[in-house]
């Protein structure tokens, strides 16, 4: 499995009567893009907005955020039919479900696509938001992105799961669609992640520690919709632990579900913890491979997915250290803790990454759980802290919120998108004094 | 969230059916849910008759 | 002396304060111009940036067995002197002394608004008591080496008085208080976790980023009465409550809990209760609130007999991000009502 990321640098987004990527400028045709997000029947009126870092503009109602990516090759077989190329593009989602993770695949730098959330009933949740200028524009990667804002609302009759699946499609077509644009640019860097079947090492490296991954990608505090789909468009709703290769999380195989607290889709698409592993591969450490699982909902599931995310660390992959990263809230905390446990039961060293849990600050709150053998913990700070946004000039994407949200407000990390990444993306800490 | 509980220092703790329905379960029909729901209490009653000196979980045979 | 040179007082006992041993433990708070005793390292080790300009005095029976009283008047001493900053002890190993310079440090800074720092070993009572609110150098046992414990008090207490942040706990010799605050640091959480798993493999030391918390045990009650004559009641952190959230309490982080009556019920209307909860999906509960609270099999088991009585009152609160400290409180406060009413036993339902 190799995959090409193909980079291409983007430092002006401008509107402009076609499409292209025009040295580092991308030019949009935002109708054309409009029409090609408005085919979608559960969706009405969309209103895309370009904004950039640097401006007084405040994002609201911000939902997830995706990572330009196009596949040129490599996913399965991507065949030209009728003068149309198949879309391999997020399999199971977006694309067909085929193997994704080897092939070149064209990428974006500088952009993202922001999808907002225009059904969310602004009190009972709480609603992202970007700064793209004063101090918190510095916290999040996107206060330093080109930013398209998808801002689409639901037909008639379009419920909750249906309007959350749409507006991410739609998200997730424009990050394609941006991303072509570079199919004939030469691109300014080109990453290779290549990583061969786990048992296979070369003798010279047969030393090195092998390092697995267990990577949490979806909880079931909140049951996933049928349309939600997290792994190659399976919404993972009775998943096992399982194995797959880290460049297909790399390449889209894994997209965020629904529910957001604290991660997005690009984080997991430029994967941090994976990018760590892979540039260490070789040198420090053997990268042993990638084990996906999920938070469970019941004692007996936690306990049966510990074991086996255990059993597949060091029995399967042969590791003799482990990072592991969990998503949604507490009940969350205690699946990935279970799994260490076990991890460490049989001789797998383990470091896990925790979002500091506290909602008054005292350090003694700041994880549920206290396991033997967990003390190598990493902390991604803590999402309940207060946080200040500063007056803007305007917000785009929450025309309803606009005039509470255009001042100073006061709200927590949490509430910046992009501050607080599970998985590990951001240099937020939550420092004990 | 047993372990939770175990750590914190609760006495005694009977697992239940679930994080969203701890005393039923949507998938069973309504008796079948109140005969659940039945067992998980009697449990509750035995741990509490039953004499323990640190934090006990009162699992399902 | 300077412009920029601080004002501060000193506050010590009677042993460093040279009155005299034990048999001076019980005199009350005194105050000598400039600095006196131990407080005299403290000036050695200010040099220009500052003047002592008194050194409160206080026996440490004194501070110990009237505390507010002592603190006080202490404080009334400290407040006169209009200093810049307040340096108590060290107390080293010596516990009366150590928990009065915490009181009064935490005073100071209540009531003066300047800061205020002590030091003294980890294992004297003061640390554990005031380690949250107050800046507390970690001395050793004796004072064999007090100019240099003088020093690292004095460099804190010019930090805080030039209004900086000090460093980590670490790098600064102070107990760490148990707080935690957002930084932004040099490299990505899975960067370090990479780095730190490698230092674990390899048995090298590494700093874990979360201290790991230690619950204290409960002895676990027993039940006196048999169960038939026992009264029994429901109580859940599930976020049960009546429609309309009539106690408002908070979906997240609540403070609040409400209390629910159930004389007469034979079971829960779905139609008259409601969850406000966000930690989980509450529209199974919702549907049915036995699946959270089983008023319905309680009520049949106490018609039955096989308890003596079902309690008339539901106590409910949202458990989700519930601090410790709201949650020891809320559940110690229901517990006394309990135990009022005449409550033996009780099933608590969680989410």
Known sequence: MRLELRWSRVEALIAAATTRLVGTRLEIDLEALRALL??????????????????????????????????????????????????????????????????????????????????????????????????????????????????AWPAPGTGRPEYLAAVRLAALKAAVHLARTARDAEPARVEVFELPPSPRVPAALAHLPRVAYVFQIHSHQRPTGVDEGVLY????????????????????????????????????????????????????????????????????????????????????????????????????????????????????????????????????????????????????????????????????????????????????????????????????????? | MTPVAVMVGANRIVPAAGIIHPLGNADLSLEDEKALRRRIVERALVALTTEVTRPTVFANE | MTKDARRVVCYVNQFFGTLGGEEKAGVGPQIVDGAVGAARAVQQALGDAGTVVATVICGDNYAAEQPERAVAEMLALVTAQRPDLVIAGPAFLAGRYGVACGALCAAV?????????????????????????????????????????????????????????????AADGYFARGVTHNVVVATNAAERATAMLLDKLAGRPFASEVPLPDFPNVPAPRLIKTLEGATIALVTDGGLVPKGNPDGIEPLNATRYGAYSIEGKAGLDAALYDNPHRGYDTSFVKQDPHRLVPVDVVRELEQRGAIGKLHETVYSTVGVATTLAHSARMGREIAEKLRAAGVDAVILTST
């Open chain 1, 233 to 433: 468009g399976d919404p993972v709703r009775r998943m096992l632990p399982t194995i797959i290769h880290p460049n297909e999380i790399l390449d889209g195989a894994v997209l965020r579900g629904f529910m957001g607290r604290s991660v997005t889709t690009w984080a997991t698409q430029n994967h941090p913890m994976i990018r760590a592993l892979y540039a260490a591969h070789g040198h420090s450490l053997w990268f042993a491979g990638v084990v996906v699982t999920v938070a469970q909902a019941t004692e007996p599931e936690r306990v049966r997915s510990a074991f086996l995310v255990a059993g597949l660390v060091a029995h399967t992959l042969g590791a003799d250290g482990v990072v592991l990263t969990k998503i949604g809230g507490g009940a969350p905390h205690v699946d990935m803790a279970q799994a260490a446990a076990q991890c460490e039961a049989l001789g797998v060293k383990t470091t896990l990454v925790v979002e500091d849990m506290s909602t008054d600050g005292s350090a003694e709150g700041m994880l549920l759980f206290n396991f033997p053998g967990m003390d190598a913990l990493v902390n991604v700070g803590s999402s309940q802290e207060p946080l200040v946004l500063p007056a803007m000039d305007r917000v785009v994407g929450a025309d309803d919120l606009a005039a509470k949200l255009v001042g100073e407000t006061r709200a927590t990390y949490g509430t910046l998108c992009g501050a607080i990444e599970q998985v590990g993306a951001t240099k937020v800490m939550a420092e004990v004094r």
């Open chain 3, 109 to 169: 800074q209540a009531t003066l608004q300047i800061p205020a720092v002590t030091g003294m070993h980890a294992e004297n009572p003061g640390v554990d008591l005031y380690r949250r609110q107050v800046y507390i150098v970690q001395t050793g046992g004796e004072a064999v080496r007090m100019l240099d414990d003088a020093r690292r008090l004095v460099t804190l207490g010019l930090t805080l008085a030039r209004g900086e942040a000090p460093g980590a706990p």
């Open chain 1, 38 to 151: 408005a085919a979608d029947a559960r969706l009405t009126r969309i209103r895309l907005d370009l904004v950039h870092p640097g401006e007084q503009v405040r994002i609201g109602r911000v939902f997830d955020v995706i990572a330009p990516r196009a596949k040129l090759d490599g996913g399965g077989h991507l065949t030209v039919m009728d003068g149309q190329v198949q879309v391999r593009d997020f399999p199971g989602v977006l694309g067909a479900i085929t193997k994704v993770g080897h092939g070149r695949t064209l990428a974006l730098d500088g952009v993202a696509v922001v999808a907002t959330d225009q059904q969310a009933d602004p009190v009972a949740g709480s609603l992202a938001v970007i700064d793209m200028a004063g101090p918190n524009a510095a916290l999040s990667a996107f206060g330093r992105t080109h930013n398209v804002v998808i801002s």
